[in-house]
């Protein structure tokens, strides 16, 4: 077994600890925040003059709200404009985390579920830390290679990128539960698009960022 | 008569040389002699009873043997504390991109004045998290101040930041493109 793996599951021993008294399908998540931030390259119509075909390139901003206003049409729910895309991540390692839409509604938070058509993917973490045993306390930073892919009916995508992130310690009601990955993912990918119902797929490249922030610990029922 | 002249010259030269050598000027350091007065005071003192050699030829910036652990616990508390301040520094930053990006959703003026405010804020790392949180925002009534700011700075990275946050800010979106798609 690893030894990195040996570690975390003595976070998860040590976080085991803090809900000794819960109930017994009760779990420690990370939950982090997304924010997506691309570019995607499409093909135009193409033009001609009396000499000369041009294939023209057309570019679009993608971001949170174009891909929440996407699945508000894939789901029928309609989300405020507070609506975020939150990762949430099973304590000690999660390899394939969820993502859900967290919104609020006459001031409660509700969690929309999304991950059948918006997944996240670690393809691989590489810690360079120090952690320090009483108290537990991680810094340092760790090489990561995350994927996100997005499969709806009018659009889809599949980013994948490098990102050197932040390791830091994730409390729970004031104690170390879990180690945290935060930073800002530089990804490329490609897509498509629907023009219509009828009408063809129009394909996309493209390239951006995903910050991922937060490093809240929460309980969660499962 | 030349040789004696010559012998003579020689003689001369070998008797001066003690004496110019004497007349030096002491050749501590300020180093060194902070390790004299400080750490290594009475081993110094020891060791100039034991030995004595002219101070032009005392090794410079070697400090007495006792006084390396000393300074080695003093180089892990120096390093220690500007871990600590580093450490909080990072959390102060962390904890203001969060702040700012809550703000990217918000339509108030205020709102938009901070965002602003703070894209001219001297950490790098807070200037770009205010640039994403515009970008994210996808409000083009900013692209106007954003042009003045990246007038104002002198910095070129500051510049092509901005340069590229408004580039961003003037594509069409996706939902756009989308709706102008299925709604000619």
Same mark, same amino acid.
């Given at each position: 077994? *690893? ?49 000369? =075909? ?5 570019? #679009?901003?993608? @971001? ?28 000690? #390692?999660?390899?394939? *985390? ?6 609020k ?9 999304? @991950?059948?058509?918006f ?6 973490s ?8 009483? *108290? ?17 009916t009018?659009?889809? =995508?599949?980013?994948?990128?490098f990102?050197?992130m ?7 009601? $004031? ?10 993912v ?12 009828? $009408?063809?797929?129009? *394909? ?19 | ?9 020689? /003689?001369?030269?070998a ?15 300020p ?12 081993s ?15 090794q410079v ?68 998290? /205010? ?7 996808g ?25 590229e ?20």
């Amino acid at each position: 077994m *690893p030894n990195t793996l040996k570690l975390l599951l003595g976070f998860a021993f040590f976080a085991g600890g803090a809900v000794q008294s819960m109930a017994q399908n009760t779990v420690l998540n990370i939950v982090q925040e997304l924010r997506f931030k691309l570019t995607g390259y499409y093909q135009m119509s193409g033009t001609e003059n009396s000499t000369t =075909f041009f294939r023209n390139a057309g570019k #679009v901003s993608i @971001t949170n709200k174009d891909i929440i206003n996407l699945l508000e049409r894939q789901l029928n729910i309609i989300f405020t404009t507070d609506a975020k895309l939150m990762l949430i991540s099973a304590t000690p #390692v999660d390899p394939t *985390p969820r993502v859900v839409v967290r919104d609020k509604f006459e001031g409660e938070k509700f969690d929309t579920e999304v @991950t059948q058509f918006f997944g996240a993917e670690v393809l691989a973490s590489i810690e360079d830390t120090k952690i320090n045993k009483n *108290p537990l306390k991680t810094n340092g930073t760790s090489y990561d290679v995350l994927a996100f892919e997005l499969k709806l009916t009018e659009a889809n =995508f599949r980013i994948q990128g490098f990102a050197n992130m932040h390791v830091g310690t994730g409390k729970y009601e $004031g104690e170390s539960a879990a180690i945290v990955h935060t930073g800002k993912v530089n990804t490329t990918g490609s897509g498509e698009y629907q023009v219509s119902v009828l $009408g063809a797929a129009v *394909p996309v490249a493209l390239f951006g960022t995903v910050q991922v922030t937060g490093s809240e610990v929460k309980a969660m029922v499962e | 008569m030349r040789p004696a002249i010559l012998l003579s010259g020689l /003689a001369l030269g070998a008797l001066a040389i003690p004496v110019i050598v004497g007349l030096l000027p002491n050749a501590t350091t300020p180093h060194s002699a902070l390790f004299d007065e400080t750490i290594g005071g009475e081993s110094s003192q020891a060791n100039e009873s034991q030995t004595h050699e002219p101070s032009s030829l005392r090794q410079v910036g070697v400090p007495p043997d006792n006084a390396l652990p000393q300074l080695t616990n003093m180089a892990a508390q120096v390093d220690e504390s500007t871990a600590a301040d580093t450490k909080e520094d990072e959390d102060r930053v962390q904890a203001r991109v969060a702040e700012l990006f809550e703000l990217s959703s918000k339509l108030a003026p205020a709102a938009l004045e901070t965002l602003l405010a703070e894209v001219r804020n001297q950490n790098p790392e807070i200037r770009q998290a /205010a640039l994403d949180a515009i970008s994210q925002s996808g409000n083009r009534t900013l692209i106007p101040r954003l042009l003045q700011a990246a007038e104002e700075t002198e910095d070129a990275d500051q510049r092509r930041a901005i340069a590229e946050t408004v580039e961003f800010l003037n594509l069409p979106t996706l939902s756009e493109v989308m709706s102008e798609t299925n709604n000619p």
